[in-house]
C-alpha cells in the first residue's frame, strides 16, 4: 500500500498535462473542440448562444452595440426579469418540485427550498419590499451571512427591479455604512447574527453601528437567524422582522418587472488602487446570460445536479456561481453556513457525502488548509458522487492543484481552473472540461468567445513563456458596464493603460484587468497575479491602501506602509510597517490598536500578519515608498535588490532586524 502510494505521488509529480476521462466527456455539456473557432467566427452572434439561456419579456434583436466605447450594451433591446429566468420558469416549467436550494448551518440544522418554496418567499418578501417603499432602481443593501434569506431577497430586489448591492458580512459597520452611503442605499436587510465555529455571533450590533455612520434614515428588515441565542437586540421603528413581514404577505404574488437588458441587476463594491471601494455595476440581461452560460459551459451543471460552490454569496463567486448561474439553470445549489473545519476538518467531505454532492467550487487557499490537514480527512468520506472540481479566487500551485486532483477528486474529475473577476461577472480563462487539457498551474485558454492576451508594457504580444500583463481585446456579455455613479473612474481604472480613450472604434478599447500573466505555446494562460496595490488574502481582494489608511486612524500613527508577504494557507497575507509619532511606545498596546484599527475599518479579513514598527520607511529620491523591498523584507529574503536609488539606505538593515523579532 504504501509503495503503491509512493509510486502514485511520483508519478503525478511527473505529469504535466491531465485529460478528462472518456466517461466525463460522454455526459458533459460542452464537447466540441470547434467551438472555439465556431465563436470566433460568428462573433459577437455567437453571444446568442448565452442569450438563448435565458427567457426574454422581449426579445433582442441586437447582441452587441459598441457605438459608445467602453460603455458597451449588450442584448440591449431585449427585456426579461432575472427572478422569473431563476425561479417562475422552472415552476411553470414543471420542476417545481426540484430541490433549488439545500441549507446546512454550522451546527447541522438544515433547510429545503423547493423552487416552488423559492417562489413563494421570492414573491411574499418581494411584495414586502414593496410595502416598505422601495421602487424600481433602488438600490436595497444586503448585509447578511449565509442564510436562505439572503439569495431570496437578491432575487426579491430582481423581482420588483431593485437592484441589490450586498455587503460581505465579515466586512466592519464602518464598510457596510461607507458603502451604503456611496450606493445611496436606503434600505438593509440584514440578521440578528450567525454561527462561526460554534460562536453565535452579533451581527446586527455590527449593522445598527453602520446605520449610525449614515445621515439618512434606513429602513432595515432583520432575518431572525439565531432564535433564543441572539443577543437580545430589540427593534426600532425602522426596523422589522423579516418573518413577520413574510407572514404578512402570505400568499401575495408581485408580478416579475420588466427590465431592459441594460438596466443595473446588482452592485457589488470591490477594492481597488485608493482607499474607495468600487462600485461595480453589473446588468440584467448581458450578466445573468454569462453567469449562466458559464455555469453551463464551464461547471457542466446540469438540472437533476447537486451543485455546491463553497464561496460566501458576499462575494461575486456566490453572486454568480450560487445564486444567479445555477439556479437560472434550474439546479440545486447547496449553501454552507460555517467554516471547513468545524467540527471538525472533514465538514465539507462530510457534506459532499452526505448530499452526493455532483460539483464542487473552492478557492486555492482552502484546498492548500485541506493539504495541511492531510488526506485522512477527505479519506474517511465516500466522495465518488463528484463529477467535477473547480478553483477561483487566485493562483493554484501545480502542488496543491494535484492534492486537490487525487484526494478530493480521486483521480477521476476533471478541475477547472477558473480565472476571472468582480469586473467580468463571470468565469474568462479556464479549460472547458470536456474539450481540454488540463496543466496544473496554468488557468488554461480563454473561454470561447473571449480574446484575452498577454502583452508587453507597450501592449505588443509577448512571446511565449515570457511575463508580461493581462488584456482583453474584445468585450462580452458579464463585463461591468461603469463604476457607480463614476464613469471617469471606470475609464481611468481599466481602460486608459491600453486604450486610446479619444477614439470612437471599439478596436482602439482593450480592457486591463490589472493582472500579470504568461501564456504558451499553446495559449494556456498562467496568471501571476496582481500588478496593482490590491492583495489577495486567502481569495479575498483588499486594497493596500484602504489598509493603510485604518492604520494611519489609530491615535499615535505618523505614517504606515502595507504590502503582501507570501504566506502558504492565505497565500498573501498583510504585513504593516508602521511608523509612531513621537511620544508613543512600539509597544503590544499600540499593536493591539493597529489591529483593532483595521478590523473596526475593513474587518476580520484585513488583519495585519505582522505589524513591523520603524522610524522610516524606505524611499526614492523622488519620495515614493520602495513597496518592492518591503515586500522582499515581509518575505524574509537576505539578499534584498537594488538599494542604490533609496534616499535612506541605512533604515534597510533596522528594519530588516526589527521584522525578524
Ligand atoms: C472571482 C474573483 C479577482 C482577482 C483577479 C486575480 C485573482 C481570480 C484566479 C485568480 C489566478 C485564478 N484570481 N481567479 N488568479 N488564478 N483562477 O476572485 O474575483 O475577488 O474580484 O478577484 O483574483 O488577481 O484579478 P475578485
Redesign the pocket.
Known amino acids: 500500500m504504501v509503495d503503491d502510494d509512493t509510486e502514485l505521488e511520483a508519478r503525478l509529480e511527473e505529469q504535466e498535462t491531465f485529460d478528462p476521462s472518456e466517461e466525463f466527456v460522454a455526459q458533459a455539456n460542452v464537447t466540441d473542440e470547434g467551438i472555439y473557432e465556431e465563436f470566433e467566427e460568428n462573433w459577437p452572434e455567437c453571444w446568442d448562444r448565452a442569450g438563448k439561456l435565458l427567457d426574454w419579456d422581449t426579445r433582442y434583436d441586437e447582441i452587441l452595440d459598441d457605438s459608445n466605447p467602453p460603455f458597451y450594451e449588450w442584448f440591449a433591446d431585449g427585456t426579461l426579469n432575472a427572478a422569473y429566468n431563476c425561479v417562475d420558469r422552472h415552476v411553470e416549467n414543471g420542476d417545481k418540485n426540484r430541490v433549488a436550494i439545500k441549507w446546512e448551518g454550522e451546527l447541522g440544522d438544515t433547510r429545503t427550498y423547493t423552487y416552488q418554496d423559492l417562489y413563494r418567499e421570492v414573491n411574499e418578501f418581494a411584495a414586502a419590499l414593496r410595502d416598505l417603499g422601495v421602487e424600481e432602481d433602488d438600490v436595497v443593501t444586503l448585509y447578511m451571512p449565509m442564510v436562505p434569506e439572503l439569495p431570496i431577497a437578491m432575487l426579491a430586489c430582481a423581482r420588483i427591479g431593485a437592484p441589490h448591492s450586498v455587503v460581505f458580512a465579515g466586512f466592519s459597520a464602518e464598510a457596510l455604512g461607507t458603502r451604503m452611503r456611496s450606493a445611496d442605499s436606503e434600505y438593509l436587510v440584514t440578521c440578528d447574527g450567525y454561527y462561526r465555529r460554534g460562536d453565535a455571533l452579533d451581527h446586527l450590533a455590527k449593522a445598527n453601528e453602520g446605520l449610525e455612520s449614515l445621515d439618512h434614515d434606513v429602513e432595515t428588515v432583520v432575518v431572525d437567524r439565531l432564535g433564543d441565542a441572539g443577543h437580545g437586540h430589540g427593534l426600532t421603528e425602522n426596523q422589522h422582522d423579516y418573518a413577520e413581514l413574510v407572514a404578512e404577505q402570505s400568499g401575495n404574488r408581485v408580478d416579475p418587472v420588466e427590465r431592459g437588458a441594460e438596466d443595473m441587476l446588482f452592485l457589488m463594491y ?1 477594492s481597488g488602487t485608493t482607499g474607495q471601494p468600487k462600485g461595480v455595476k453589473h446588468t440584467t440581461g448581458g450578466y445573468l446570460a454569462y453567469a449562466a452560460w458559464t455555469t453551463h459551459a464551464v461547471l457542466d451543471v446540469k438540472p437533476r445536479d447537486t451543485y455546491w460552490c463553497a464561496a460566501d454569496i458576499g ?3 456566490g453572486h454568480s456561481y450560487i445564486v444567479y448561474g445555477p439556479l437560472a439553470l434550474g439546479t440545486t445549489t447547496l449553501m454552507y453556513e460555517g467554516t471547513p473545519d468545524y467540527p471538525e476538518r472533514d465538514r465539507l467531505w462530510e457534506l459532499v457525502e452526505k448530499y452526493s454532492v455532483d460539483i464542487f467550487y473552492t478557492a486555492p487557499t482552502a484546498i492548500r488548509a485541506f493539504m495541511k490537514w492531510g488526506s485522512k480527512f477527505p479519506e474517511r468520506r465516500d466522495l465518488s458522487s463528484l463529477r467535477l472540481l473547480g ?6 500551485n501545480p502542488r496543491a492543484w494535484k492534492w486537490y486532483y487525487r484526494h478530493i477528486g480521486e483521480e477521476e474529475c476533471p478541475i477547472v ?7 467580468t461577472g463571470g468565469m474568462m480563462i ?1 479549460t472547458l472540461p470536456g474539450v481540454g487539457t488540463m496543466k496544473p498551474g496554468s ?1 488554461g485558454p480563454p473561454l470561447p468567445g473571449i480574446d484575452a492576451t498577454v502583452v508587453d508594457t507597450k501592449g505588443e504580444p509577448v512571446e511565449a513563456g515570457r511575463a508580461g500583463y493581462l488584456t482583453v481585446d474584445e468585450p462580452w456579455p458579464g463585463m461591468l458596464r461603469t463604476l457607480y455613479n463614476n464613469d471617469e473612474r471606470f475609464i481611468d481604472e481599466y481602460w486608459r493603460e491600453y486604450s486610446d480613450v479619444d477614439s470612437d472604434d471599439p478596436d482602439d478599447w482593450v480592457y486591463f ?3 500579470g500573466a504568461k501564456i504558451d505555446e499553446d495559449g494556456y494562460i498562467t ?1 501571476l ?2 500588478v496593482d496595490d490590491v492583495l ?1 488574502v486567502s ?3 483588499l486594497g493596500t491602501m484602504e489598509i493603510e489608511s485604518a492604520i494611519v486612524g489609530v491615535e499615535g500613527v505618523a505614517e504606515a506602509a502595507v504590502v503582501g508577504g507570501e504566506h502558504d494557507v492565505k497565500g498573501e497575507a498583510v504585513y504593516a510597517y508602521v511608523i509612531l509619532e513621537d511620544g508613543y511606545d512600539d509597544d503590544e498596546e499600540m499593536r493591539e490598536r493597529i489591529v483593532a484599527g483595521v478590523e473596526d475599518a475593513i474587518g476580520p479579513i484585513a488583519r495585519p500578519e505582522q505589524v513591523i514598527f520603524t522610524p522610516e520607511l524606505p524611499k526614492t529620491r523622488s519620495g515614493k515608498i520602495m513597496r518592492r523591498l518591503l515586500e522582499e523584507i515581509a518575505n524574509g529574503e537576505e539578499e534584498l535588490g537594488d538599494t542604490t536609488t533609496l534616499r535612506n539606505p541605512d533604515v534597510v538593515e533596522e528594519i530588516q532586524r526589527k521584522a525578524q523579532r
Open positions: 470591490t462575494w461575486i463567486t478553483t477561483v479566487g487566485e493562483p493554484i481552473d477558473t480565472w476571472w473577476q468582480t469586473e479556464t488557468a484587468p490589472e493582472d496568471i497575479g496582481r489577495n481569495g479575498h481582494r
